[in-house]
């Protein structure tokens, strides 16, 4: 992606809280433990004095904030910014064509914070073309596959149709493995359309049903499996089904693509048959893929009209998607999440995002507000999150 960055370095040392999280907190806490911009944690004294003088130099001057300026073109050394200067604008590497990324340090922070580096430099790597130019350009890219290792794809590389048009015949290809917490490890198999399968098995429909869909060259081995399998089983009674479509994902990138519709068709119609043979309803099902397979439960969520209350796409493929109206979208559920690493071209992007949203899983949301390392961890990974429920604005994955 071409992009431009600013980092906004802020002069002054404000004390900013994470916020009690309870009425309780807010009466009695005088003295928090409270970390800064590198995760260290301090002792905050909430009713310090206030440096006035300070506040108020900054109020008059707000020339005392300092922008940083980097671009492809200067990755590491910056360029200043001057506000009302109009020069330090218009003779810097500064390009009013591309999208501009602001970035702010937080409390005892600045330029050196390892907020800047991290988001920074993960905006200048990309793991496929973005814009019009780059997509006509660009026919050989690396992409990862579900473990995060690089491989080189021809986006022209032939179709292998013959195999597409077996999964569309047979959507028994897929493979459904049942977890729960009486079978945390040893799954159980489930078949579309075979009512047994599914009676006797452990499958609890009081409970909720995570389904977990892997990327492209990914199996039930891949770790999307265990990591989320693990955190969804510590943190509530839930049965989690995993789909294995590797006979369609283990072929080029070209082909498992084109083969997505079929395979989150499929998925849709084993969790309506799900639904009509013990009655777990949609409202008690999320989906989670990666990669290709966010596309895939994109799909899914399609196949049951949009009826499954959440679907969340982990670093939602991009090359051939972005422009492609099947692509994980608003509608495919009630609530749709996608959360994105942005390509970093190493394997470290995507163990952690799943590392991520595993402690996402096992957080409730008051803890997760409160504990700013992990917002810090966050943030290492992610430098986009796009959340949307029905009725906002259209994203684009």
Same mark, same amino acid.
Not at 56 to 80: G, K
Not at 205 to 222: A, E, Y
Not at 319 to 329: D, F, H, I, M, V
Not at 345 to 372: E, Y
């Given at each position: 992606?071409?992009?431009?960055?600013?980092?906004?370095?802020?002069?002054?040392?404000?004390?900013?809280?994470?916020?009690?999280v309870?009425?309780?907190?807010?009466v009695?806490?005088?003295?928090?433990?409270?970390?800064?911009?590198?995760?260290?944690?301090?002792?905050?004294?909430?009713?310090?004095?206030?440096?006035?003088?300070?506040?108020d130099?900054?109020?008059r001057?707000?020339?005392?904030?300092?922008?940083?300026?980097?671009?492809?073109?200067?990755?590491?050394?910056?360029?200043?910014l001057?506000?009302?200067?109009?020069?330090?604008?218009?003779?810097?590497?500064?390009? &009013? #064509?591309? +999208?501009?990324? $602001? %970035?702010? *340090? /937080?409390?005892? !922070? @600045?330029?050196?914070?390892? =907020?800047?580096?991290?988001?920074?430099?993960?905006?200048?790597?990309?793991?496929g073309?973005?814009?019009?130019?780059?997509?006509?350009k660009?026919?050989?890219i690396?992409?990862?596959?579900?473990?995060?290792?690089?491989?080189?794809?021809?986006?022209?590389?032939?179709?292998?149709?013959?195999?597409i048009?077996?999964?569309?015949?047979?959507?028994?290809?897929?493979?459904?493995l049942?977890?729960?917490?009486?079978?945390?490890?040893?799954?159980?198999?489930?078949?579309?359309?075979?009512?047994?399968?599914?009676?006797?098995?452990?499958?609890? &429909? #009081?409970? +909720?049903?995570? $389904? %977990?869909? *892997? /990327?492209?060259? !990914? @199996?039930?081995?891949?770790? =999307?499996?265990?990591v989320?399998?693990?955190?969804?089983?510590?943190?509530?009674?839930?049965?989690?089904?995993f789909?294995?479509?590797?006979?369609?994902?283990?072929?080029?990138?070209?082909?498992?693509?084109?083969?997505?519709?079929?395979?989150?068709?499929?998925l849709?119609?084993?969790?309506?048959?799900?639904?009509?043979?013990?009655g777990v309803?949609?409202?008690?099902?999320?989906?989670?893929g990666?990669?290709?397979?966010?596309?895939?439960?994109?799909?899914?969520?399609?196949?049951l009209?949009?009826?499954?209350?959440?679907?969340?796409?982990?670093?939602?493929?991009?090359?051939?998607?972005?422009?492609?109206?099947?692509?994980?979208?608003?509608?495919?559920?009630?609530?749709?999440?996608?959360?994105?690493?942005?390509?970093?071209?190493?394997?470290?992007?995507?163990?952690?995002?799943?590392?991520?949203?595993?402690?996402?899983?096992?957080?409730?949301?008051?803890?997760?507000a409160?504990?700013?390392?992990?917002?810090?961890?966050?943030?290492?990974?992610?430098?986009?999150?796009?959340?949307?429920?029905?009725?906002?604005?259209?994203?684009?994955?």
């Amino acid at each position: 992606m071409k992009t431009a960055l600013i980092y906004f370095l802020v002069t002054t040392a404000h004390f900013v809280s994470a916020g009690p999280v309870n009425s309780e907190d807010r009466v009695y806490h005088r003295f928090v433990k409270f970390p800064d911009s590198e995760g260290n944690l301090h002792n905050v004294d909430l009713q310090a004095p206030v440096d006035q003088k300070l506040v108020d130099e900054v109020n008059r001057n707000p020339a005392n904030n300092l922008y940083l300026l980097y671009t492809r073109r200067n990755p590491i050394n910056p360029q200043t910014l001057v506000l009302y200067n109009a020069a330090s604008i218009t003779t810097s590497n500064f390009n &009013p #064509r591309v +999208p501009t990324v $602001v %970035i702010v *340090h /937080g409390w005892l !922070g @600045n330029q050196n914070s390892d =907020i800047n580096p991290v988001v920074r430099d993960a905006h200048f790597v990309s793991a496929g073309p973005v814009d019009t130019e780059d997509r006509v350009k660009q026919r050989f890219i690396k992409f990862p596959d579900s473990e995060g290792n690089l491989h080189d794809v021809d986006l022209q590389a032939p179709v292998d149709q013959k195999l597409i048009d077996k999964v569309n015949r047979n959507p028994v290809n897929n493979l459904y493995l049942l977890y729960t917490r009486r079978n945390p490890v040893n799954p159980q198999i489930l078949v579309l359309y075979n009512a047994t399968s599914i009676t006797n098995s452990n499958f609890n &429909p #009081r409970v +909720p049903t995570v $389904v %977990i869909v *892997h /990327g492209w060259l !990914g @199996n039930q081995n891949s770790d =999307i499996n265990p990591v989320v399998r693990h955190a969804c089983l510590n943190r509530d009674d839930v049965n989690v089904i995993f789909v294995d479509w590797r006979r369609l994902a283990s072929s080029n990138y070209i082909t498992a693509t084109n083969g997505v519709p079929a395979v989150g068709r499929a998925l849709g119609q084993f969790l309506a048959f799900v639904n009509l043979i013990n009655g777990v309803p949609f409202s008690q099902m999320h989906l989670v893929g990666f990669c290709l397979g966010a596309h895939i439960v994109g799909y899914a969520g399609r196949e049951l009209e949009g009826r499954i209350v959440r679907i969340t796409g982990l670093n939602p493929a991009g090359p051939l998607w972005n422009q492609n109206s099947g692509r994980l979208n608003p509608n495919d559920a009630i609530y749709v999440e996608a959360i994105h690493t942005n390509g970093v071209m190493t394997n470290l992007g995507d163990t952690l995002l799943l590392q991520l949203f595993a402690i996402l899983l096992d957080m409730n949301a008051q803890t997760l507000a409160f504990t700013h390392g992990i917002g810090a961890f966050a943030l290492n990974l992610t430098w986009a999150t796009m959340i949307w429920e029905k009725g906002d604005l259209e994203g684009s994955v």
